[in-house]
T-cell receptor, first 114, second 113 residues
Framework: DTEVTQTPKHLVMGMTNKKSLKCEQH?????MYWYKQKAKKPPELMFVYSYEKLSINESVPSRFSPECPNSSLLNLHLHALQPEDSALYLCASSQGQGRNQPQHFGDGTRLSIL | DQQVKQNSPSLSVQEGRISILNCDYTNSMFDYFLWYKKYPAEGPTFLISISSIKDKNEDGRFTVFLNKSAKHLSLHIVPSQPGDSAVYFC????????????FGSGTQLTVLP
């Protein structure tokens, strides 16, 4: 069982919908991440939060909006997505941003844009 | 420009034999390397890591070797089991870097019973 929990596991939405992806960890980790993974490709970093503050935004379009309400939760708000945004969205956490500790991943949310 | 490369997209090995997965990197600033395993419909699972001050790290059936001069690392799985069949990603980072992990493209390992 993964220690990083993501909900929902699957999401189908239209291009005009607004939805949110949720991620939760209770390992006391202070860095949390959103990745996007397309089929047969490695995960691509989208956002990094360190101590609940956004520290990295990898030039992600504004239709993706991250939020870190507290040290255990990470949300990704979605609005007006495009079909090419269909992918597996992975959340990860680690003890700290710069330290040599592994990131632990959730099982992801499979997102399909109609 | 791919800084972390896994040149073999797939590998098949007989059960009980050794699996060797390879990874090359180009960024000499990388000093921490990790291997992740990924099953379909699951997120990547951390397997083993190695710091650049070491050339070998072992954990049960899994051993990672690092050759800094060749900028090459490998993951050995001995003995291989059918449950090891998954996609294996190599990843690298630079200590203190805000840019976190750089992943390779993955190798699909199939262990045949």
């Amino acid at each position: 069982d993964t220690e990083v929990t993501q909900t929902p596991k699957h999401l189908v939405m239209g291009m005009t919908n607004k939805k949110s992806l949720k991620c939760e960890q209770h390992m006391g980790h202070r860095a949390m991440y959103w990745y996007k993974q397309k089929a047969k490709k490695p995960p691509e970093l989208m956002f990094v939060y360190s101590y609940e503050k956004l520290s990295i935004n990898e030039s992600v379009p504004s239709r993706f909006s991250p939020e870190c309400p507290n040290s255990s939760l990470l949300n990704l708000h979605l609005h007006a997505l495009q079909p090419e945004d269909s992918a597996l969205y992975l959340c990860a956490s680690s003890q700290g941003q710069g330290r040599n500790q592994p990131q632990h991943f959730g099982d992801g949310t499979r997102l399909s844009i109609l | 420009d791919q800084q972390v490369k896994q040149n073999s997209p797939s590998l098949s090995v007989q059960e009980g034999r050794i699996s060797i997965l390879n990874c090359d990197y180009t960024n000499s600033m990388f000093d921490y390397f990790l291997w992740y395993k990924k099953y379909p419909a699951e997120g990547p699972t951390f397997l083993i890591s190695i710091s650049s001050i070491k050339d070998k790290n072992e954990d049960g059936r899994f051993t990672v070797f690092l050759n800094k001069s060749a900028k090459h690392l490998s993951l050995h799985i001995v003995p291989s089991q059918p449950g090891d069949s998954a996609v294996y990603f190599c990843a690298a980072k630079t200590t203190g870097s805000a840019r976190q992990l750089t992943f390779g493209s993955g190798t699909q390992l199939t262990v045949l019973p």
